[in-house]
């Protein structure tokens, strides 16, 4: 309730599209769904391609199995994932 005693007010869908609203989210947020994007193995793949000198590294530090494992591992987020690889790749780097 507000200070008026009354329900706060929730926009519409057509409220929304009028000013232009537009949200991000990991999870539903009750407003209508614009796009739907899912990440995959393949997709962290591709990114770690654009890392400098990973022609260097990969697949003498940081495997194919490596990227599938942190992948499940996180639960599909590419950000814990690539956390998740640098610190493998660390750990094989600096032994001990």
């Known amino acids: 309730m507000n ?3 009354s329900r706060p007010h929730r926009p ?4 929304i ?3 232009g609203l537009l949200v991000t989210s990991h999870r539903g ?17 591709g990114i770690l391609r654009q890392l400098p000198e990973h022609e260097r590294w990969q697949g ?3 495997f194919a199995t ?3 494992q942190a992948f499940a ?24």
Do not use: H, I, M, W
């Open 3 to 5: 200070e008026a005693g």
């Open 12 to 15: 519409t869908s057509q409220a």
């Open 17 to 19: 599209a009028r000013c």
């Open 29 to 45: 947020t009750g407003l209508p769904l614009l796009l739907r994007c899912e990440t995959t193995p393949a997709l962290l793949a």
């Open 60 to 62: 003498e530090l940081v």
């Open 66 to 68: 490596d990227v599938e």
């Open 73 to 96: 591992k996180c639960g599909g987020n590419l950000r814990e994932s690539l956390y998740e690889l640098y610190d493998r790749f660390d750990c094989r780097v600096r032994p001990g």
